[in-house]
Structures are given as structure tokens and as C-alpha cells.
């Protein structure tokens, strides 16, 4: 029914940056918020950034200052710009979304299927 997709990862080096992009499609009704999380090996995921559709942002403290999310709600598609990246941020990166379908009421979580994100140092 709704499926996100995601682009945009690959390798980089220290200080580089990068531009990941998630669209979302299907049956949509309506996207209440939007984020992205990362899981290094070894680690458990974390959030990263989100962004409700009122616009209210959140950051983890690691990438405040460096990483920005933003939404264009006419392509139900989130961003996150990635600038001056650490080895530290290497990663696979998820898009999630909570978002409401036309066919059943309420809201659900769906995640895209991952990005790697590669910082060399």
C-alpha cells in the first residue's frame, strides 16, 4: 500500500556532504511526520532527525549544527542534507514516516529499506 523509497547514500569522505531523499507513494491520505534514523554496525538504531507536518524539528545532539531535514509535502518526499560528515556518521540510514492511507483509518509506521551512508577518514 505505501512504500518509501530512498536515495542519496554512498561514500564520502570526512567533511564531505550528502543529500538523502525518501518518497513516499501509494494510497495516502496524510503524513504526520517523517524522520530519519541510522544504525551503525553493532549499534541500535537511532533517530537522527524528524519533522512533523507542522514543522516542528528535531535533531540528535551528534548532528545538530551539521545535518538539516526538510519536507516537501506536494512529493511526500523528506530530505536531509548532510554537511561536514564524521567518520562517525557512517551508517545505514532509514527513512521513516507515520502516515495515514486512504483505505484504513489511523496512522501507521513504514520504513524505507535503508541507505549506506560511508564516511572515510
Known amino acids: 500500500q505505501v512504500q518509501l523509497v530512498e536515495s542519496g547514500g554512498g561514500l564520502v569522505q570526512d567533511g564531505g556532504s550528502l543529500r538523502l531523499s525518501c518518497a513516499a507513494s501509494?494510497?495516502?491520505?496524510?503524513?504526520?511526520?517523517s524522520g530519519w534514523y541510522r544504525q551503525a554496525p553493532g549499534k541500535q538504531r537511532e533517530l537522527v532527525a524528524r519533522?512533523?507536518?507542522?514543522?516542528?524539528?528535531i535533531y540528535a545532539d551528534s548532528v545538530k549544527g551539521r545535518f538539516t531535514i526538510s519536507r516537501d509535502n506536494a512529493k511526500n518526499t523528506v530530505y536531509l542534507q548532510m554537511n561536514n560528515l564524521k567518520p562517525e556518521d557512517t551508517a545505514v540510514y532509514y527513512c521513516?514516516?507515520?502516515?495515514?492511507?486512504?483505505?484504513?483509518?489511523?496512522?501507521?509506521?513504514?520504513w524505507g529499506q535503508g541507505t549506506q551512508v560511508t564516511v572515510s577518514s
Open positions: 521513516n514516516a507515520a502516515i495515514a492511507t486512504i483505505e484504513a483509518p489511523g496512522k501507521y509506521d513504514y
Open positions: 519533522i512533523t507536518s507542522g514543522g516542528i524539528i
Open positions: 501509494g494510497s495516502i491520505f496524510s503524513i504526520y511526520a
